[in-house]
């Protein structure tokens, strides 16, 4: 059953390029657009054509729907996307910031979603 929160005529084009079994398919984020760093990315968002459920949950949150949609309607009027390329600039930033584990303090988790258990 297709997620209730993606546009319908999305999910023909996802079965097509998605099919059961197959780890190597590569389905862009950004159709049309995935080749150039802008944010026309939101506009596929606002429209139900999310492709994670991370990125779709954006739509749930009145703060963040309210940026998706500001986004959006920059890119569909072709303009310059100040606040997003000011925003991206921040987040990189902050996540540069992080202190991150690494070597024998980090782990790679065998299970993306669980903390791995002791000892691994």
């Known amino acids: 059953m297709p997620d209730p929160a993606l546009d319908r005529r999305y999910v023909p084009r996802l079965k097509s390029k998605c099919r059961p079994g197959d780890i190597t398919a590569l389905v862009e984020m950004d159709p049309g657009s995935f080749r150039t760093f802008d ?67 980090g782990e790679v988790r065998r299970r993306c979603g669980a903390v791995n258990p002791m000892g691994m």
């Not at 920059?74 to 996540?95: I, Q, R």
Request: proline share 3%.
């Open 39 to 105: 944010a026309s990315y939101y506009r596929h968002v606002a429209r139900g054509r999310a492709l994670f459920t991370s990125d779709e949950t954006l739509m749930l949150d009145p703060f963040t729907r309210d940026y998706v949609l500001r986004q959006a309607a920059v890119a569909a009027a072709g303009g310059y996307p100040a606040e997003f390329f000011t925003d991206f600039v921040a987040s990189m930033v902050k996540m540069g910031n992080m202190q991150v584990l690494t070597g024998a303090q």
